[in-house]
């Protein structure tokens, strides 16, 4: 082989050769002896008759390989001139054949393209420098290139020794070149370059990056390979395991969890469906070996099963008055609903004396309807009213566990039912999931905020807890986890929300709805007194004998910084009184006792937050007082009107809901059509343009109870006639004046008496609705009840509209 170097190393190239194109490979000069592999017919022709003669050809790479008929233009114009050696026939009509590198050249022009291509040739030598940057490259190649061949095992050790042992540059970057893999795009720009410098510089970041490569999968490779070892590790010791305990008599893993499941599946006394799926599932685990994915999966639903509470309940105190003196110690008033619990463990404690006779009388029941065991109760109210902590206490009376779920925001019916034991990590719904930690099967189960469940394209919860919430189907609720029925009959669930009307009406109907008014502010002072105030204490670490709050401090709080339905706020500002008087007792600064005034109020909380401005916003004619309520309780609204010229325009601003929208014409057409038994010209809106605005444009608005609010803001406009500033009004109307019942009458007088009103225009046939006041507003307040608008105009303007007239058109222009 020595021999055939040396003498190609002394052939002179011609200036026209033959060109075999090569596909992915460009052939470096002075290289090894390199393996070629000829099939196309062009080609194989090309080397037929290029071996009997010099046997010199032109190999250059093409610019795309998937090129089947090779063409002057797909081709790159630099390549090597190259001499064939050892060629020999394949069986199936290839030609395999060696050839060895000699020159740079680029090609000319091309004087051959059938049966093969020919072009002139010029012969590009390699620039070689002689400085100390290229000695330095040489030797970082060559220490990449030892480490290239210690991950490379496939690599001739020849080629190493002889890539290693050169002194010429040149030669160290062709030997080197050959053997790493890179682009075709890498490969052919070393090359172009003229310089070897250039060569050494470039392939330097080849080897940099192929060693990048190689390291990082030979760690991916060893990582896996210890991960493997680790795993056969592992198998060969539990099969170690069980043959010594197969020896010692003793039983391997498996039949010990086996067995152990089964004692609890036996101690769980589940209904009979449960107990034959369990124990279903627990012989397909006897028989599956632990490695399996599966083993898993069953293993967890056994342990689901056997971990709830089947059987186990705890029993409630039957003892009413313990219970009335516990529910009074944890809250105030809130009559209705402590009666309905003591309802419950009344008839709870008389079921239980008289059992025996119940039971006598059972074969004349009712068939279709089962006994029930626990209550469905809705609690809505405005925020701060003690829903949730009523819970709390009503769980304490009872002598149960309680839970708290909150649902809010929750999208996703699999949140209640559980998912499928299909799917990866599949976990049953909160229900069971709650009943499990409560570790009992009749826990008092408060479902906080059923009014904000979300309902859209990605699911329903609400239909979800149709099953939960109906006493006629919860005793048979199948979470899709377990897929085996649960008796959920026992439970007392208690659901919370701020409002009524967003809870889908089936929902509503299967439960108890028990509403939760506002408190007044006698209420307020008392509450505050017997439970927020000692509550601040013990949480800022005070003693009674170091503040004191006066009913005054009290009433001053209430009215100027706060204005809520509930007692949160104020409890908050009674926090941050306390928090002021810790520093100074901390300080060493206190004066005990402090004692908390309408006086010094203001020291404490800074200026008040909130006035009294109904007087001096109704003074301007066309300014109405109405009562609206929100999700945080009762709210005095204004209605505000104004009248400029135009043509028969209404203008409604403030955030109007449909419905508001709409009782706001049907009041504008009522006025119209008794303009005339108002003195009103019957053409004022011809000329007119009508804007009525609902201040606080923020807040959507909706509704049709502010219908006579709105009607009363029109008349007072065009009689040019001020609203009385003590009266406030609520009700819808009708085209024909009359007006018709509303809801939320004790949370509206309370937002009226709060706001120093006290004169209310309500609907006659909400008559019966002011029963459910306290006896001193009753007492305390004026209730206007109406049947028609003209009473409402009679009642809520300062002179009456009806004797008034309207001033002439000079006038009322002056007025506005």
């Known amino acids: 082989m020595m021999e055939e170097l040396k003498a190609s190393a002394s ?32 080609s194989i022709r090309l080397v037929d008759e290029v071996s009997v003669g010099n046997r010199m050809v032109a190999l250059v790479a093409l610019k ?24 020999f026939k394949a069986p199936d009509g290839t030609i395999r054949l060696f050839v060895q590198g000699l020159e740079r050249i680029r090609l000319g022009t091309f004087t051959q393209s059938e049966p093969y291509m020919k072009a002139t040739v010029e012969v590009v030598p390699d620039i070689v420098e002689e400085t100390v940057e290229v000695e330095a490259l040489m030797r970082n190649v060559s220490d990449l ?22 002194g010429d540059p040149r030669q160290l970057v062709y030997l080197v070149a050959n053997y790493v893999r890179m682009d075709m795009s890498d490969a052919q720009e070393i ?34 390979q210890s991960e493997m070892e680790k795993m056969q590790r592992e198998y060969y010791l539990r099969e170690q395991m069980k043959a010594i305990r197969k020896e010692l008599g003793e039983e391997d893993e498996q039949a010990l969890e086996v067995k152990e499941l089964a004692e609890k599946i036996e101690a769980a006394h589940m209904p009979e469906e449960a107990e034959k799926e369990a124990r279903r599932e627990l012989d397909r685990l006897a028989h599956m070996p632990m490695a399996a994915a599966e083993y898993s999966v069953i293993k967890t639903y056994i342990e689901w099963l056997v971990g709830l509470p089947w ?98 925001g929750m999208r996703d019916e699999a949140e209640i039912r559980g998912h499928r034991r299909t799917y990866v990590g599949a976990l049953p719904g909160r229900i069971i999931q709650a009943l499990k930690r409560a570790g009992t099967k009749n826990p008092v189960f408060m479902l906080d905020e059923i009014d904000k469940v979300g309902t859209d394209w990605r699911g329903d919860p609400t239909s979800a807890l149709l099953e939960v919430l109906d006493p006629e189907q919860n005793n048979d609720f199948r979470d899709h986890y377990l897929d085996v029925p649960f008796d959920l009959s026992e439970v007392m669930f208690i659901t919370t929300g701020n409002q009524l009307e967003p809870i889908p009406a089936p929902l509503r109907d299967r439960m108890e709805i028990l509403q939760l008014s506002g408190y007044i502010e006698e209420e307020k002072i008392k509450i505050a007194q017997g439970y927020l105030i000692p509550r601040q204490l013990r949480e800022n670490a005070l003693r009674e004998d170091e503040i004191t709050f006066t009913v005054e401090a009290l009433q001053k709080i209430i009215r100027e910084y706060t204005r809520e339905a509930g007692v949160r706020n104020l409890e908050r500002e009674i926090g941050n009184i306390c928090r002021k008087v810790v520093t100074k007792v901390a300080s060493g600064k206190s004066q005990a006792p402090e004692v908390i005034t309408a006086d010094n109020v203001g020291e ?66 009522y006025v119209r059509s008794k303009a005339r038994d108002y003195h009103v010209p019957e053409d004022f809106f011809n000329k007119s343009d009508i804007h009525i605005h609902v201040p606080e444009g923020a807040i959507p608005k909706d509704g049709p109870s502010a219908g006579v609010t709105l009607a009363t803001a029109l008349l007072s406009l065009l009689t040019n006639t001020p609203v009385k500033s003590n009266v406030a009004m609520t009700g819808e109307i009708t085209l024909r004046g009359q007006v018709l019942p509303v809801g939320g009458i004790k949370d509206k007088v309370l937002a009226a008496r709060r706001a120093g009103l006290d004169t209310v225009i309500l609907p006659r046939h909400n008559a019966a609705d002011l029963e459910e006041l306290p006896e001193e507003i009753r007492k305390e307040m004026h209730f206007v009840l109406v049947d028609k608008l003209d009473e409402v105009f009679k009642a809520a303007l300062r002179d009456g509209a009806q004797d008034q007239g309207a001033p002439s058109g000079q006038d009322r222009d002056r007025g506005e």
């Open 64 to 87: 795309d390989a998937d090129v089947e008929d090779p063409q002057p233009e797909d081709l790159y114009t630099m390549g090597t001139a190259a001499v064939l050696h050892r060629l």
């Open 604 to 669: 404490y909380l800074g200026k008040p937050r909130y006035f009294g401005d109904v007087a001096e916003r109704t003074e301007i004619p066309g300014v109405a007082t109405g009562l609206s309520v929100t999700a945080t309780g009762g709210t005095i609204i204004f209605v505000e009107a104004t009248r400029m010229k135009g043509s028969k325009g209404l203008l409604l601003t403030g955030q109007l809901g449909d419905v508001m929208k709409e009782s706001a014409q049907a009041a504008l057409s």
């Open 11 to 42: 052939l002179t190239i011609p200036a026209e050769l033959p060109i075999l194109p090569l596909k992915n490979t460009v052939v470096y000069p002075i290289s090894i002896f390199l393996p070629l592999v000829v099939g196309q017919p062009r």
């Open 311 to 408: 059987t186990v309940a705890t029993e409630d105190i039957l003892d009413i008055e313990r219970a009335r003196q516990v529910l009074d110690e944890d809250h105030y008033d809130l009559e209705k609903i402590k009666e309905r619990i003591l309802e419950y463990l009344a008839v709870r404690k008389l079921r239980q004396e008289r059992a025996e006779e119940l039971k006598a009388t059972e074969s004349e029941g009712d068939y279709l309807r089962r006994e029930r065991e626990g209550a469905i109760l809705c609690f809505i109210g405005p925020p701060g009213t003690g829903k949730t902590s009523l819970g709390r206490s009503i769980a304490r009376a009872l002598g149960r566990k309680f839970v708290r779920m909150s649902l809010g």
């Open 145 to 166: 290139f030892r480490r290239f061949a210690s991950l490379v095992p496939a690599l001739p050790e020849e080629l190493m020794m002889a890539a290693l042992s050169t």
């Open 191 to 224: 090359l172009e370059i003229d310089s070897v410098l250039g060569k050494l510089t470039k392939l330097n970041r080849v080897l940099n990056r192929e060693l990048e490569v190689l390291e990082l999968g030979k760690k991916i490779q060893s990582q896996a």
